[in-house]
């Protein structure tokens, strides 16, 4: 209870964790003595794991909207992320943070999750890069500020468009991380022979013994050169499928 001029009020203060139990971000409320406390806003903490490339987030994500019980794991890969949102163009932004993190930089974001129905889930992501003892990647803040008011969100005619184009011509086009030997980002529908979702290790897309000349590759084209593989992708058999990258 605080004592003011207009009369005594509440001060309320609510952590919200992350998923090793550490704080990464404090909600606060304050009003008359007397005022019932709005709802809480659901919000959650992540980790980015720079090594394993995977987002770690605690069973709690589930209270957000955009995210059912049964939907719920403990990793994920960006690139899962990446597919559930819409109407969102800063993937370059993202990915530059996460995997180059600069201690103290900081990105923050509003995406929106459409559900079948066409309703907008909205949610406001805060990322911090870390690079110390606890933490090689980004602390995420992600806060549900879903309103009843959101307008329904579609797909635009050209995206829907551009997408079809590629599928018909049998192209599909992925953001690569070759220096990481992972599938960070689909440009258009994911590629249907390739197993890239829901991996133990988001590596695990790429056959081991390619994952060199990925690595190869990306220092073939940092010096300027322009080239092309063919390595062996997962597929959803357990097997791996030729998969030429240009």
Known sequence: EIPTASGPHRLMIRPVFGPAGDVHAVQFWAGPETAQAPPRPAAVGAIWDLDSQTIQQPSGITRLSGIAPEEYVPRT??????????????????????YSPEPGEKLQFEVSITHAAGRATQWRISMRARDDNRTRGAWW??????????????????????????????????????????????????????????????????????????????????????????????????????????
């Open 141 to 246: 803040l992600i806060e549900d500020i879903t309103s009843d008011n959101a307008p329904e969100i579609w797909p635009t005619l050209e995206s829907v468009g551009l997408r079809e184009a590629h599928r018909r011509a049998g192209n599909y086009i992925a953001v690569v991380q070759l220096a990481h030997t992972s599938i960070s980002h689909w440009l258009t529908d994911p590629a249907p022979w390739i197993r890239w979702d829901y991996l133990f290790r988001p590596v695990d897309v790429f056959h081991p013994d390619d994952r060199i000349r990925l690595i190869e590759l990306a220092e073939r084209i940092r010096s300027g050169d322009t080239a092309g593989v063919t390595v062996r992708a997962l597929n959803y058999n357990g097997g791996y499928t030729p998969t030429s990258l240009l």
């Open 77 to 98: 890969s960006i690139a899962e992320f990446f597919h559930r949102i819409t109407a969102f163009d800063r993937h370059a932004e993202v990915l530059d943070l996460l």
